[in-house]
């Protein structure tokens, strides 16, 4: 069993809000991921991080941020809210080279929805 | 570069039939491949995996895939259909040697009618 966890599972927020969902792992696993879903069911990678310190965009523009200050933390933020951020949001995280085969493991999601 | 490509966004089959969910995927390196299955308001959960040994590859929930280099596919089977089974299927490549970061394809949602 996955033991990956997100909050919040839903949230509604008006726009201009900011907000931060948040993504912890007690795996150790290096790497961890952001995906946004859009209601398709398509998963486009926004964010991802080999580890403390880093961080990378993803293959989707996106007005959000990420930090990664400790192995098991992974948040993401959006300072102003808008209704085009409106999707679920999935957190993954995997093995870093070593032993490492691009298996996620995922988080059960939040799901943002801006009025 | 890496990518998959899943034939049909949607897939009808009656309980007890064959489920067909078709994957084929581009890869310039051996290939790690991967079926997850997500249920509603879940986050995805592996169903099965390749990762260069067997190429008939057996799964969670009875479902089997079959790694093809010739064909470039992973299609993935189930012999009898349940309703349970109703879900969206994602087919997901990763790159041996290469970062690791998988390429999905766009879904295919199973449709199980009783």
């Known amino acids: 069993e996955a033991d990956i966890y997100q909050t919040p599972r839903y949230l509604v927020i008006g726009t201009g809000k900011k907000i931060t969902l948040e993504c912890s792992q007690t795996?150790?696993?290096?790497?961890m991921y952001w995906y946004q879903q859009d209601p398709g069911m398509e998963l486009h990678l926004i964010h991802y991080?080999?580890?403390?310190?880093?961080?990378e965009k993803g293959d989707l523009s996106s007005e959000s941020t990420v930090s990664r200050i400790r192995t098991e933390h992974f948040p993401l933020t959006l300072e102003s809210a808008r209704p085009s951020h409106t999707s679920q949001y999935l957190c993954?995280?995997?093995?870093?080279?070593?032993?490492?085969?691009?298996?996620?493991?995922f988080g059960e999601g939040s799901r943002l929805t801006v009025l | 570069a890496q990518s998959v490509t899943q034939l049909g966004s949607h897939v009808s089959v009656s309980e007890g039939a064959l489920v067909l969910l078709r994957c084929n995927y581009s890869?310039?390196?051996?290939?790690?491949l991967f079926w997850y299955v997500q249920y509603p308001n879940q986050g995805l959960q592996l169903l099965l995996k390749y990762t260069s040994a067997a190429t008939l590859v057996k799964g969670i929930n009875g479902f089997e895939a079959e790694f093809k280099k010739s064909e470039t596919s992973f299609h993935l089977t189930k012999p009898s259909a349940h309703m349970s089974d109703a879900a969206e299927y994602f087919c997901?490549?990763?790159?041996?040697?290469?970062?690791?970061?998988?390429?999905f394809g766009r879904g295919t949602s199973l449709i199980v009618h009783p």
């Open positions: 991080s080999y580890g403390v310190n880093s961080t």
């Open positions: 890869s310039s390196v051996p290939p790690y």
């Open positions: 993954a995280s995997s093995r870093g080279k070593q032993g490492g085969t691009g298996e996620l493991f």
């Open positions: 795996m150790g696993h290096d790497k």
């Open positions: 997901a490549v990763s790159e041996a040697g290469g970062s690791y970061i998988p390429t």
